[in-house]
């Protein structure tokens, strides 16, 4: 774990002043790293990323597996590894908990999250306060007609990797979860939602390689001199040119470990873990 030293704040000067009540509105922006903990690949990790386990599916670019206008004609690629992404029955991460006890505190303001595991929810972070900017495997639909698809027989189709196909005979779409796949829009509320981020007196950045646009430009729309907490296995998006950028460069779970010993909060948060 390695804090960089190069800036104006550290990790000691914000958590005191979490302590101090002169912070209160933490705005985080999560992704897919702080779920690789709980089983679920990320996309872009060299070797264990989706991303790499591409190359038998044929794709003309590793994205295609992603895009509408791809999945429309050839949706098979995405079931094909729809199991090892929802895997299901998983527990909350240390990172989701933390998110959880920092909504329990009333410092949470709000959390963005490209997730689409729910893991946030599950630990207890108030569905009000989050924002799935790329959709959730809660429900799924027909992607031609829209029609609702029953739960059960989405489970079974990710389960044996086979495309399920809209019930209505006369249509017979391939389903797709609610997932925003690339070139579909992101939900209505974001840019309301997005407007939290110019507000708020600490951004939070976790588990995110800040490559999918446009949530990868949220943390510039903090305002200067607001504190960004980045805390990820390698650098993303501009975070750590500003001064009062802190980079805790390693694995979420650790990283939210240190932050939570400068709070003085460590057996807390293990605790409240425990309950998630
Ligand atoms: P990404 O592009 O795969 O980047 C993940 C980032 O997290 C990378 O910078 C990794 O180095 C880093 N990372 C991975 N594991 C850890 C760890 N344990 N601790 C610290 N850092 C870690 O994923 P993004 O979220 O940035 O990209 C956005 C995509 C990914 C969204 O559209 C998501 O829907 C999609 N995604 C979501 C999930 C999920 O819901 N759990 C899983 C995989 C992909």
Known sequence: MTSTDKQSTDLKTIAARIKSGSITRIVALTGAGISTAAGIPDFRSPTSG?????????????????????????????????RARHPGNLKPTLSHAFLALLAKKGLLQFCFTQNIDGLECDAGVPSEKTLWCHGNWKNQHCHKCHAEYPDELMKKAVRDGEVPYCLDEGCKGAVKPDVVFFGQPLPAE???KEKLVADADLMLVMGTSL???PVSQ????VREGVPRILINRERSGDLGNRPDDVCILGACDDG?????????????????????
């Open 211 to 213: 490559k999918v646009a």
């Open 256 to 276: 939210v470990k240190e932050l939570a010993e400068e709070l003085g909060w460590t057996e807390e948060l293990e605790e409240f873990w425990k309950t998630v």
């Open 190 to 192: 974001y840019e309301e």
């Open 218 to 221: 949220l943390p510039r729309k």
């Open 50 to 82: 989706l991303y790499a386990k591409l190359a038998p599916l044929r794709l003309p670019y590793p994205e295609a597996i992603f895009t509408i206008s791809y999945f429309t004609h050839t949706p098979e690629p995405f079931y094909a590894l729809a």
